[in-house]
T-cell receptor, first 113, second 115 residues
Framework: NAGVTQTPKFQVLKTGQSMTLQCAQD?????MYWYRQDPGMGLRLIYY???????DKGEVPNGYNVSRLNKREFSLRLESAAPSQTSVYFC????????????FGPGTRLTVL | DQQVKQNSPSLSVQEGRISILNCDYT??????FLWYKKYPAEGPTFLIS?????DKNEDGRFTVFLNKSAKHLSLHIVPSQPGDSAVYFC??????????????FGKGTKLSVKP
């Protein structure tokens, strides 16, 4: 099992460009999450999907959109990238009953110039 | 306002000694607490957890203590090893509702274990 995979690993964008970060999990988990990690800020929740077909805002959703394409895949889209979105993005998944234990992908390091 | 606080950004410990990482929280309704470990250029990985109905949980070299009256938990690593050098995140889980399964993370403590 690959667990949680994310593509791309690295990306450089210019201000105003758009892109989609991809995430997939092969553990048959219902819930999926997108976080960003900034220096000194810990992990902050952007959006989450409690189950296929549902998405909800987290702590820092502005400037992002998400799609839960199916049970496996949860994508994060930046429509018009801004330098403030320079960060490391992590996708995670979990299953009801795992009592909060989330499984994380390796991250995408995004730089917006 | 931070609901989960790790007030020490970094900690340095000698190999073989005890490492104690601390975490405070503000919401008494949190019902589950977790510690994650993160190496550079990798995603966080689950380390150990504790339910709010317990005050201690042990897994090998790792022990988490929970003091509900003080809203404080700590992670003890004994003995510390150089491979434990990483950033440790404390996280709390809200009890119910649409956010079930969501986690609120602290800012992390970078542990350095020196040989």
């Amino acid at each position: 099992n690959a667990g949680v995979t994310q593509t791309p690993k690295f990306q450089v964008l210019k201000t105003g460009q758009s892109m989609t970060l991809q995430c997939a999990q092969d553990m048959n988990h219902n819930s999926m999450y997108w976080y960003r990690q900034d220096p000194g800020m810990g992990l902050r929740l952007i959006y989450y999907s409690a189950s296929e077909g549902t998405t909800d805002k987290g702590e820092v959703p502005n400037g992002y959109n998400v799609s839960r394409l199916n049970k496996r895949e949860f994508s994060l889209r930046l429509e018009s990238a801004a330098p403030s979105q320079t960060s490391v993005y992590f996708c995670a998944s979990t299953e009801t009953g795992l009592l909060g234990e989330q499984f994380f992908g390796p991250g995408t390091r995004l730089t917006v110039l | 306002d931070q609901q989960v606080k790790q007030n020490s950004p970094s900690l340095s410990v000698q190999e073989g000694r005890i490492s104690i990482l601390n975490c405070d929280y503000t919401n008494s309704m949190f019902d589950y607490f977790l510690w994650y470990k993160k190496y550079p250029a990798e995603g966080p990985t689950f380390l150990i957890s504790i339910s709010s109905i317990k005050d201690k949980n042990e897994d090998g070299r790792f022990t988490v203590f929970l003091n509900k009256s003080a809203k404080h938990l700590s992670l003890h690593i004994v003995p510390s090893q150089p491979g434990d050098s990483a950033v440790y995140f404390c996280a709390a889980s809200p009890p119910y509702g649409g956010s079930q399964g969501n986690l609120i993370f602290g800012k992390g403590t970078k542990l350095s274990v020196k040989p």
